[in-house]
């Protein structure tokens, strides 16, 4: 099991930053692929960024160039810095653990809400 609890979200306006974090308790965070993901009203759930045990990184494209996605082993931690933000990126974002060699083994935080202003 792993428990996952998010932190940094609020308000900001159009082009400013903010920083997410996310910190896991349980067993074997190290080996977890964690991801963030987001909700925006009326719309599905998708990925935002996600991180490999080993420091791989993937984006969606409408953050690529924006976000940075890390983590810290030591600290059960996985942090996205985001820039330059943008109306659009106004949404729930949640934070994700999946297991690397059985992904339908995934545990979610509760969200924490990014709202960004024009």
């Known amino acids: 099991q792993v428990q996952l609890v998010e932190s940094g979200g609020g308000l900001v306006q159009a082009g400013g930053s903010l920083r997410l974090s996310c910190a896991a308790s349980g067993s074997r965070f190290s080996i977890y692929v964690m991801g963030w993901y987001r909700q925006a009203p009326g719309k599905q759930r998708e990925l935002v960024a996600r991180i490999s045990s080993t420091g791989s990184t993937n984006y969606a494209d409408s953050v690529k160039g924006r976000f940075t996605i890390s983590r810290e082993n030591a600290k059960d931690t996985v942090n996205l810095q985001m820039n330059s933000l943008k109306p659009e990126d106004t949404a729930v974002y949640y934070c994700?653990?999946?297991?690397?060699?059985?992904?339908?083994?995934?545990?979610w935080g509760q969200g924490t809400q990014v709202t960004v202003s024009s």
């Open positions: 994700n653990a999946a297991h690397p060699l059985a992904p339908q083994i995934e545990f």
